[in-house]
């Protein structure tokens, strides 16, 4: 099969691409390096020649909300248009466990991406997630005050991107399936422990205060809003074993 992986370069766009390939399947990466910019539609058309299926994990880092609605729906529009010029017949987007509800920040973004995908005539499967084993180095890098690194307060079950990519891939190849059971990890955790855990593992040895982001992220954040709910799959790689592999 021929799959183009929107942000086949991101947290787990690598996986992705990487698993695919070890499936034998033929893989084309849709990020600006690569030539396509997804919120412009430039260099897209040409990308999708003779492709069956597009895997969308493309992301910005933004906690405004008009910026995430921005992104995700330009990017969602661009790849659906062109997917439909292409025959591509299946798509496949990564959306996040616990976006329901929330007026505010990325996750209205991700509704909008969700909203798309569903009415499109692209054939589609939308498969939540919660945060990955690496949202932890991603909080430790972009949650700061000048020197001072934050460790925000969130209850969450994070999963292994390597794991989310694998799953993304079988439905890939098992072919449209609408909105699927959500993955999330095998353990609940505090991610300001993970922060702090990564951070110490880093060699870093400065003080990091947990502090609750403010507003209604901040709320979802600690009210367990981002936890999957008991229908769940769940993955095998803890927050431990994944943290005692990183080099
Ligand atoms: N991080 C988490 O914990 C988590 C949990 C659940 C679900 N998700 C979802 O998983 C998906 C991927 O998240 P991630 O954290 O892996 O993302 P990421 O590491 O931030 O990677 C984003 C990818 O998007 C590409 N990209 C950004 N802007 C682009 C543009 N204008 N044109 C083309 N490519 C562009 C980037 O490549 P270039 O910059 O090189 O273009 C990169 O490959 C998102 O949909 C996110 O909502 C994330």
């Given at each position: 099969?021929?799959?183009?992986?929107?942000?086949?370069t991101?947290?787990?766009?690598a996986?992705?691409?990487?698993?695919?390939?070890?499936?034998?399947?033929?893989?084309?990466?849709?990020t600006?390096?690569?030539?396509?910019?997804?919120?412009?539609?430039?260099?897209?058309?040409?990308?999708?020649?003779?492709?069956?299926?597009?895997?969308?994990?493309?992301?910005?880092?933004?906690?405004?909300t008009?910026?995430?609605?921005a992104?995700?729906?330009?990017?969602?529009?661009?790849?659906?248009?062109?997917?439909a010029?292409?025959?591509?017949?299946?798509?496949?987007?990564?959306?996040?466990?616990?976006?329901?509800?929330?007026?505010?920040g990325?996750?209205?973004?991700?509704?909008?991406?969700?909203?798309?995908?569903?009415?499109?005539?692209?054939?589609?499967?939308?498969?939540?997630?919660?945060?990955?084993?690496?949202?932890?180095?991603?909080?430790?890098?972009?949650?700061?005050?000048?020197?001072?690194?934050?460790?925000?307060?969130?209850?969450?079950?994070?999963?292994?991107?390597?794991?989310?990519?694998?799953?993304?891939?079988?439905?890939?190849?098992?072919?449209?399936?609408g909105?699927?059971?959500?993955?999330?990890g095998?353990?609940?955790?505090?991610?300001?422990?993970?922060?702090?855990?990564?951070?110490?593992?880093?060699?870093?040895?400065?003080?990091?205060?947990?502090?609750?982001?403010?507003?209604?992220?901040g709320?979802?954040?600690?009210?367990?809003?981002?936890?999957?709910?008991?229908?769940?799959?769940?993955?095998?790689?803890?927050?431990?074993?994944?943290?005692?592999?990183?080099?």
């Amino acid at each position: 099969m021929k799959i183009a992986v929107a942000g086949g370069t991101g947290r787990v766009g690598a996986h992705v691409v990487e698993t695919a390939r070890e499936h034998g399947h033929e893989v084309v990466v849709l990020t600006r390096g690569n030539g396509v910019d997804l919120v412009s539609g430039v260099g897209l058309a040409p990308a999708l020649d003779g492709v069956d299926t597009v895997i969308d994990v493309a992301s910005v880092t933004t906690l405004r909300t008009e910026d995430a609605v921005a992104f995700f729906s330009a990017v969602t529009r661009n790849l659906r248009d062109a997917e439909a010029s292409a025959a591509v017949g299946h798509h496949v987007a990564l959306s996040i466990v616990g976006i329901d509800g929330a007026t505010e920040g990325y996750y209205v973004g991700k509704q909008a991406q969700e909203r798309l995908v569903e009415a499109s005539a692209v054939p589609w499967t939308i498969l939540r997630a919660t945060q990955f084993h690496e949202f932890a180095p991603q909080m430790f890098a972009n949650a700061k005050l000048g020197p001072l690194h934050l460790a925000p307060k969130m209850r969450t079950q994070p999963i292994a991107a390597r794991e989310v990519a694998d799953r993304l891939v079988e439905l890939a190849e098992f072919g449209p399936s609408g909105r699927v059971t959500d993955l999330a990890g095998p353990k609940e955790e505090s991610l300001s422990d993970m922060v702090k855990a990564y951070a110490r593992a880093t060699g870093y040895r400065g003080w990091i205060p947990a502090i609750p982001l403010p507003g209604e992220t901040g709320r979802r954040q600690r009210d367990g809003s981002a936890l999957p709910g008991p229908g769940a799959q769940l993955g095998h790689e803890t927050f431990a074993e994944w943290l005692a592999g990183q080099a």
